[in-house]
């Protein structure tokens, strides 16, 4: 059985629980790509 109500609920709860994980994802990765962009001027 497919309820795509509760699918529904239980992906915005999972996006609710993982936005501030992705916020920290992204701040890492833009970092790392200034840090890669700094070596590459510095060559």
Do not use: H, M, N, W
Request: glycine fraction near 4%.
């Amino acid at each position: 059985t497919f309820d795509p109500i509760s699918v529904e609920v239980k992906i915005s709860q999972a996006q609710g629980r993982c936005s501030d994980f992705a916020k920290e994802v992204r701040i890492l990765s833009e970092v790392r790509f200034y840090q890669r962009g700094s070596d590459f001027v510095k060559e």
